[in-house]
């Protein structure tokens, strides 16, 4: 069992500027605890991501941290040319020393990726982007033809450290996003209540068993894919203490996650809970203690199969001394007791 961070890297209450200083904090308190991974959202016009562009920040923490895997979780590709983002990512693997990994999506908000111009044929895009990079990446010399990009004989000059190339990573939910996302190799996070996640686990490790020969596996890095569940969490020394303290944080957090789309007269439509009673509920949202939080953990490890948990520690209202409190108490009372 490993254990990843995740980070919407949403607008609290202090100054963007610090923010971004904090951040970095959390993340390296993250690594000295012993966490696996740091994944960073992408959003667009919104107060729930400050990191428009991922890469950007990614690459500060390369620099602030030495053992930690970081990476997006995801680039939304439509919105990429596909040069310039083969470029970035061999940047950042070379300045990460080989610690990159690379998520990739088409994007769920249509009013993010509509500000840039993209519609119906986000799918599309999504995925010839996607068959761009693997060539350019493993490539010396790209040559590719599709409906929205053509290259012919762009020389790959930059390089990733990791060979054939960093390992890729999707957010999966659907029977058609898990079959895409095992014919590639890529490791597999899931969002929503535990039923849900212990079928998309089971249901991931059929299909990946079964994309096993395909050809477009053959650049994959990853030999036995990382399958688990993106939640929030809180710890504290007691539960009043905990539930006190997120209770506004994640209000404030849901409030950032649906105000693009109440700009367009509607509610987000994903797999999350609008108060944070339901979210514990569902198994979404993990706060308590550590005892209750790592009762919580072991039940739905039990219950779902999952090899890799992404916790979103940091969000909406939480202090930084808030955020190291609750990452410390995992590290010490949880993590290595589940």
Same mark, same amino acid.
């Given at each position: 069992?490993?254990?990843?961070?995740?980070?919407?890297?949403?607008?609290?209450?202090?100054?963007?500027?610090?923010?971004?200083?904090?951040?970095?904090?959390?993340?390296?308190?993250?690594?000295?605890?012993?966490?696996?991974?740091?994944?960073? @959202?992408? =959003?667009? *016009?919104?107060?729930? +991501? !400050?990191? &428009?562009? /991922?890469?950007?920040?990614?690459?500060?923490?390369?620099?602030?941290?030495?053992?930690?895997?970081?990476?997006?979780?995801?680039?939304?590709?439509?919105?990429?040319?596909?040069?310039?983002?083969?470029?970035?990512?061999?940047?950042?693997?070379?300045?990460?020393?080989?610690?990159?990994?690379?998520?990739?999506?088409?994007?769920?908000?249509?009013?993010?990726?509509?500000?840039?111009?993209?519609?119906?044929?986000?799918?599309?895009?999504?995925?010839?982007?996607?068959?761009?990079?693997?060539?350019?990446?493993?490539?010396?010399?790209?040559?590719?033809?599709?409906?929205?990009?053509?290259?012919?004989?762009?020389?790959?000059?930059?390089?990733?450290?990791?060979?054939?190339?960093?390992?890729?990573?999707?957010?999966?939910?659907?029977?058609?996003?898990?079959?895409?996302? @095992?014919? =590639?190799? *890529?490791?597999?996070? +899931? !969002?929503? &209540?535990? /039923?849900?996640?212990?079928?998309?686990?089971?249901?991931?490790?059929?299909?990946?068993?079964?994309?096993?020969?395909?050809?477009?596996?053959?650049?994959?890095?990853?030999?036995?894919?990382?399958?688990?569940?993106?939640?929030?969490?809180?710890?504290?020394?007691?539960?009043?203490?905990?539930?006190?303290?997120?209770?506004?944080?994640?209000?404030?957090?849901?409030?950032?996650?649906?105000?693009?789309?109440?700009?367009?007269?509607?509610?987000?439509?994903?797999?999350?809970?609008?108060?944070?009673?339901?979210?514990?509920?569902?198994?979404?949202?993990?706060?308590?203690?550590?005892?209750?939080?790592?009762?919580?953990?072991?039940?739905?490890?039990?219950?779902?199969?999952?090899?890799?948990?992404?916790?979103?520690?940091?969000?909406?209202?939480?202090?930084?001394?808030?955020?190291?409190?609750?990452?410390?108490?995992?590290?010490?009372?949880?993590?290595?007791?589940?």
């Amino acid at each position: 069992m490993q254990f990843g961070l995740f980070d919407h890297l949403d607008r609290g209450v202090v100054a963007d500027s610090q923010t971004y200083k904090d951040r970095l904090r959390v993340i390296r308190t993250a690594e000295d605890a012993g966490f696996t991974g740091y994944h960073l @959202a992408e =959003h667009h *016009m919104t107060p729930l +991501g !400050l990191a &428009p562009s /991922p890469s950007v920040f990614l690459s500060a923490v390369a620099q602030a941290t030495r053992k930690i895997r970081l990476g997006p979780l995801v680039y939304l590709l439509p919105l990429y040319h596909p040069l310039r983002l083969i470029e970035e990512i061999c940047m950042l693997d070379q300045m990460s020393d080989g610690r990159f990994d690379i998520g990739v999506g088409a994007g769920v908000s249509p009013y993010e990726v509509g500000y840039y111009g993209v519609g119906d044929d986000k799918q599309a895009l999504y995925r010839e982007t996607l068959d761009v990079l693997v060539k350019g990446l493993t490539q010396e010399r790209l040559n590719h033809h599709s409906a929205h990009h053509r290259y012919d004989n762009v020389p790959m000059i930059l390089r990733t450290l990791q060979k054939p190339m960093p390992p890729l990573w999707a957010g999966v939910g659907s029977e058609e996003g898990m079959t895409f996302a @095992a014919r =590639h190799g *890529m490791n597999a996070i +899931g !969002l929503g &209540p535990t /039923p849900r996640i212990a079928g998309i686990v089971k249901r991931y490790t059929e299909l990946w068993s079964v994309h096993a020969g395909d050809p477009m596996r053959a650049f994959s890095s990853t030999a036995t894919p990382k399958m688990g569940a993106l939640r929030q969490i809180h710890v504290a020394d007691t539960d009043e203490q905990a539930w006190a303290e997120a209770g506004p944080a994640y209000r404030h957090w849901y409030d950032s996650l649906n105000w693009l789309w109440r700009e367009h007269g509607t509610t987000v439509s994903a797999n999350l809970a609008g108060d944070l009673k339901s979210g514990v509920a569902a198994g979404a949202v993990i706060v308590g203690s550590p005892e209750t939080v790592r009762a919580a953990i072991a039940k739905e490890k039990d219950a779902t199969g999952y090899n890799y948990l992404v916790l979103q520690f940091a969000f909406g209202t939480l202090t930084v001394p808030q955020v190291e409190k609750s990452l410390g108490l995992f590290a010490e009372k949880v993590m290595q007791n589940v």
